[in-house]
């Protein structure tokens, strides 16, 4: 099986720390999803853009995420908008080189 990348864009209409709060608690829901191997939260409060880094031990596991109720919190979340899911192939060989942590 080979290790799938998942990124998930959402704009938020948050003040950051609420915001941050918010995603700090989902964090433990996201942290169980089976097939993680990890995950990056980043954001942008000047534009109020977030993004999530995954990588999925499986294209399965992700699909299955996206399908998961931790998703839908967040695609029902009033303060969150244009919700924009990715699944990338991951060049293993060079991410390697450049020290990506995918063998965790």
Do not use: C
């Amino acid at each position: 099986m080979s290790k799938k990348a998942l990124q998930i864009e959402v704009e938020y209409q948050l003040p950051l720390g609420e915001f941050k709060a918010a995603m700090k608690m989902a964090a433990e829901a996201v942290a169980v999803q089976p097939g993680l191997v990890w995950k990056a939260w980043v954001y942008d409060d000047h534009e109020k853009h977030a993004s999530g880094w995954y990588v999925f031990d499986s294209l399965e596991t992700a699909h299955a995420y996206l399908q998961s109720e931790v998703v839908s919190s967040f695609q029902a979340h009033p303060a969150m908008s244009n919700f924009s899911p990715k699944i990338f192939d991951i060049d293993e060989d060079a991410s390697a080189i450049t020290r990506a942590p995918l063998s965790l």
